[in-house]
């Protein structure tokens, strides 16, 4: 379990750039059909300056694919093993494209204890507010897990 003193605190930062075939892949696991996503030329003759991000791109950079996040919520009482996903939402301040580099630092907005049927366990809430090249907002990430109680 996460020590309630460490609501609020930041990690990080990470930093990632946008590729262009992590757009493609995830356009098409998406089932996106516009050319926008996958050919530079579509984008640019749409008046885009490069492939854009699809809606969700940003789990690819959050917990689930930053091990040294997780590496440092496992520090915490916080393991992979015990991380359930809750729900995620992203709030998209500016367009972000392929080329662009995001920086940004998770930081615990919110820790709740509970006690369920199997035992006590604890809602945590992270906050990534990622910024783009020109020190830009670009996305807010707000993920909720659970993280799940030892058994015995």
């Given at each position: 379990?996460?020590d309630?003193?460490?609501l609020?605190?930041?990690f990080?930062?990470?930093?990632?750039?946008v590729q262009h075939?992590?757009?493609r892949?995830?356009?098409?696991?998406l089932?996106?059909?516009?050319?926008?996503?996958y050919?530079?030329?579509a984008?640019?003759a749409?008046?885009?300056p490069d492939?854009?991000a699809?809606p969700?791109l940003?789990?690819c950079?959050?917990l689930w694919?930053?091990?040294a996040l997780?590496?440092e919520?496992d520090s915490?009482g916080a393991?992979?093993l015990?991380?359930?996903?809750?729900?995620?939402?992203?709030?998209?301040?500016t367009?972000?494209?392929a080329?662009d580099?995001?920086?940004g630092?998770?930081a615990?907005?919110?820790?709740?204890?509970?006690d369920?049927r199997?035992?006590?366990?604890?809602?945590?809430t992270l906050e990534?507010?990622?910024r783009?090249?020109?020190?830009?907002?670009a996305?807010?990430?707000?993920?909720?897990?659970?993280?799940?109680g030892?058994r015995?």
């Amino acid at each position: 379990m996460i020590d309630p003193a460490h609501l609020g605190r930041t990690f990080g930062p990470y930093t990632v750039t946008v590729q262009h075939e992590r757009i493609r892949r995830f356009a098409e696991t998406l089932g996106l059909p516009e050319r926008v996503y996958y050919d530079e030329a579509a984008a640019q003759a749409a008046g885009l300056p490069d492939l854009p991000a699809p809606p969700t791109l940003a789990t690819c950079y959050g917990l689930w694919a930053n091990p040294a996040l997780l590496a440092e919520l496992d520090s915490l009482g916080a393991p992979l093993l015990r991380l359930l996903h809750g729900e995620q939402s992203y709030v998209y301040h500016t367009p972000v494209f392929a080329g662009d580099t995001l920086t940004g630092a998770p930081a615990i907005a919110g820790l709740a204890r509970k006690d369920g049927r199997r035992g006590p366990f604890q809602v945590l809430t992270l906050e990534t507010r990622w910024r783009n090249q020109r020190g830009e907002l670009a996305i807010t990430d707000r993920l909720v897990v659970v993280v799940l109680g030892e058994r015995a």
